[in-house]
């Protein structure tokens, strides 16, 4: 004996009594033993160990899924968008009710409602009509759907496994969706096919063999007006996947092919939930439509007063609360100048109206104007002076927003990083909702000091029509200094105060909110 084959007789003893250290020799030892149990199976057949050879039964038994499968497959592949099935899986256990309420919340029907009734109405009935909808989805009927889609869903992902890949393979020569005949398949290396393999268990795997597939089945059948498959080929297509899955022989095969006994197959279980997300997207769009319902509506009545108010001025926004900062405001998705549109119709009325035509009222008036009570000229002429001092201060609040003023540069220098900096982000947001919070009570100041006027200036031209009159004294000589006619001069302020105030009130933002 040779001195050479004694010690490897000696080693082959040792490692069989105390084991071996060899990595390697560990390894191909698990790969025999998984080899031996995929022997026990009735899959045998579709692998050899040595030579790590994939056998002809392998590819005879994916061709015949494939075969089987090919109508569902071009059915598949030929959706026109791949939320049809959620579609079709909520739309299976919905009733026509249910789809035509849905159908009328539509944008397109929304807008047509809206020519024929007022928004207000149809905010009510777009309110029953969503609660009636949600309703229909109980629990037991969202678990319906639910399943029925994952049944699609995986159906679907099985189905367009590319098998003729995986098949052709085995033979070269197989030409695509030709099942005239059984091709003649070879051995091939398995390793050419290991990664098809676990992708087909990745998909296989996630299929519910023991789940009634009834429903699905006749659905498909429902949209196509044929049946990509039928519910007993398909039957017999699950019971094979049972056998094959419950065997392990397809992973042990790509632990054999690839060398890796520890490898792990993935399967991609997927499932999505989708009948919360569909609710709540016919809702959201809804509520989309009926905010540009009303923001339409508020725009139109706002351009009507507006063209009756300043009929030969132009409305000039401020140079800095204004859309001009917004654009980039929704770009960064941060707050807005929500009451810039207010604020432009604001600062064209003070200087523009209330510092021309009011200013000469109130000089007549409070400087010339004999009052026989303090009752009415005291509040008048707070009111007046609230609202002068406070045209300056609007104009100084603008210029603290400019991009080289302080609050102007805070924010031009936070923008860039409110993407990826939360902090930033609410610093800037902080200081967009401060300027809101300052336009705001403006807006709202000034109006109830308007109104304020209004009702004077009404109680003027009441009192101005009476034989005697008891606020005003010397309406005679008030008259001599008046450009136009006095009553007709208060009749004309007290119409543009009105249409101003409504105005604000048509166009000013969150009041409610920011009153608390």
Request: net charge neutral; with cysteine.
């Amino acid at each position: 004996m040779k001195k050479g084959n004694s010690n490897n007789f000696f080693q082959r003893i040792m490692d069989t009594i105390f084991g071996s250290n060899d990595p390697e020799a560990a390894k191909r030892k698990q790969l025999r033993l998984i080899s031996k149990s995929l022997g026990k199976t009735k899959y045998s057949k579709f692998y050899k160990f040595q030579g790590n050879e994939a056998l002809p039964p392998m590819g005879k038994f994916f061709f015949e899924l494939y075969k089987t499968i090919y109508p569902a497959q071009t059915m598949f592949q030929n959706l026109p968008s791949p939320n049809l099935l959620k579609t079709l899986a909520i739309n299976y256990y919905t009733t026509d009710e249910i789809r035509e309420i849905e159908e009328s919340l539509s944008e397109e029907n929304l807008m047509k409602l809206a020519k024929q009734i007022p928004i207000s109405h149809i905010e009510e009935e777009t309110e029953k009509r969503l609660a009636k909808y949600s309703e229909f989805f109980t629990l037991e009927k969202i678990n319906q759907i639910e399943n029925l889609y994952r049944q699609l869903s995986t159906l679907k992902d099985f189905c367009v496994f590319d098998f003729y890949f995986l098949v052709k393979k085995f033979n070269k020569g197989m030409k695509e969706a030709d099942f005239a005949s059984m091709p003649n398949f070879e051995k091939i290396n398995a390793e050419y096919i290991s990664g098809e393999i676990r992708d087909f268990i990745s998909v296989a795997w996630n299929i519910s063999t023991e789940s009634d597939w009834s429903d699905c089945i006749k659905l498909l059948r429902a949209h196509k007006g044929v049946e990509p498959i039928t519910l007993q080929n398909w039957k017999r297509i699950l019971a094979r996947l049972s056998s094959l899955k419950s065997s392990g022989a397809l992973e042990l095969i790509v632990k054999l092919s690839e060398g890796n006994p520890n490898l792990i197959c993935e399967v991609n279980e997927g499932g999505q939930s989708i009948v919360e997300p569909f609710i709540e997207k016919i809702k959201s769009s809804a509520e989309a439509v009926l905010q540009k319902l009303a923001a339409d509506e508020k725009a139109n009545k706002a351009g009507n007063i507006c063209a009756q108010l300043f009929p030969d001025i132009d409305v000039v926004p401020l140079r800095n609360y204004s859309e001009n900062w917004n654009t980039t405001f929704r770009n960064k998705k941060l707050a807005t100048f929500n009451n810039a549109e207010a604020m432009k119709y604001l600062k064209t009325f003070l200087l523009e109206i209330f510092k021309k035509d009011i200013r000469e009222y109130y000089d007549l008036f409070l400087v010339r104007g004999q009052w026989n009570t303090q009752a009415l000229s005291g509040p008048f002429s707070e009111s007046y002076n609230w609202i002068l001092s406070c045209t300056d201060k609007i104009l100084s609040f603008d210029a603290e927003l400019a991009e080289d003023a302080p609050i102007g540069i805070r924010i031009k220098t936070l923008l860039p990083k409110t993407d990826r900096d939360s902090s930033s982000k609410n610093i800037a947001n902080r200081l967009i909702n401060d300027a809101n919070k300052t336009a705001y009570k403006f807006l709202v100041g000034c109006t109830r000091n308007l109104i304020s006027m209004g009702k004077i200036i009404k109680s003027l031209v009441d009192d101005y029509a009476k034989n005697q009159p008891e606020i005003i004294a010397n309406w005679k000589e008030l008259e001599k200094f008046a450009d136009k006619p006095i009553k007709e001069f208060s009749v004309e302020l007290y119409k543009k105060i009105y249409l101003f105030t409504t105005l604000i009130q048509t166009s000013i933002t969150n009041m409610e909110e920011e009153e608390e």
